[in-house]
């Protein structure tokens, strides 16, 4: 079996600061970066899809977490083909216009093209330090399955390089019971990573929880089962706290999808105070074999 690195999506979340998981007196974010990789080997930084981050600070993570410790990180939303607030764009890129967010469709090619080169640069630090999992491309509701986005993918992993990407999706038609072998052997003809996902079901964003590795590296992220899955407060929508019964079955299934990868990536990304933290922890023993 292959190792199995458990972690969150979020380490920073004003409602994780305010729930009292960290100890009263680490008071900085290298403090609390350091406590949070003393508890776990991975996390996932989710700002960077808000805002591309500085090569700075990117350096700063490398060098305030241990020897081992891993980085996946979201990818910038403009380049995902979400809706971007122009003031988050490198302010000598940005558009001229009255747009408080903006597509990359409404942007010149050539400055999409810089966005995500800068994007890449901005990481290399972690990738140097080899901290760098990968590098999380989430699809919108409206990327169907399609052989221009399948192209798309490959221009994004083209563009990625040297860092690995992985890929999950948010519209159906890519893990409907008609595609779903044809998504899985596309990613895994170019060695892409699918990221496996527990969600909501029900809804046209949702994906069901198949388990697959079609690379070397696998990955679950887990968004909780919130009944407000489309409410646009994002701690309704992952305010969820996993039950033990629930963490106990999907245990052996991990373990299962270990065995077909040499890593595998676990994240909790019900992110409300220290709910991902708590499951976090109960399933890092549960995978162990450990009672927690």
Not at 151 to 164: F, M, N, S, T
Not at 182 to 201: A, K, N, R
Request: one cysteine or more; a neutral charge.
């Amino acid at each position: 079996m292959g190792k199995i690195l458990v972690g969150t999506a979020s380490w920073t979340d004003k409602t994780l600061l305010a729930s009292g998981w960290y100890p009263d007196d680490l008071r900085t974010a290298e403090q609390r970066l350091g406590y949070y990789a003393s508890q776990f080997p991975l996390v996932e930084v989710d700002s960077t899809y808000y805002s591309p981050p500085a090569e700075s600070t990117a350096r700063l993570w490398a060098e305030r977490t241990p020897p081992g410790f891993t980085f996946n990180v979201k990818t910038f939303s403009l380049l995902t083909q979400h809706p971007t607030r122009t003031n988050a764009i490198y302010k000598e890129l940005r558009p001229q216009t009255d747009k408080k967010n903006v597509y990359a469709r409404d942007l010149d090619p050539a400055v999409v093209e810089q966005v995500f080169e800068r994007f890449v640069a901005s990481l290399l630090p972690l990738h140097e330090a080899g901290k760098l999992g990968a590098v999380l491309l989430q699809f919108p509701q409206w990327f169907p399955i399609a052989w221009r986005n399948k192209q798309y993918i490959l221009d994004c992993k083209a563009r990625c390089e040297p860092l690995r990407i992985c890929v999950e999706f948010r519209n159906r038609t890519w893990m409907s019971e008609g595609n779903q072998r044809e998504t899985l052997d596309f990613l895994t003809s170019y060695g892409i990573p699918y990221v496996c996902v527990d969600m909501p079901q029900g809804y046209p964003s949702s994906i069901p929880p198949v388990l697959a590795a079609t690379s070397d590296l696998a990955l679950v992220r887990f968004h909780g089962h919130s009944e407000r899955w489309n409410s646009k407060d994002i701690y309704e929508r992952f305010g969820y706290l996993y039950s033990e019964r629930e963490l106990t079955e999907w245990a052996p299934r991990l373990r299962g999808l270990a065995e077909k990868a040499g890593t595998t990536h676990v994240l909790m990304n019900n992110c409300y105070r220290n709910y991902a933290q708590q499951n976090a922890q109960q399933l890092m023993m549960l995978v162990n074999g450990e009672e927690s």
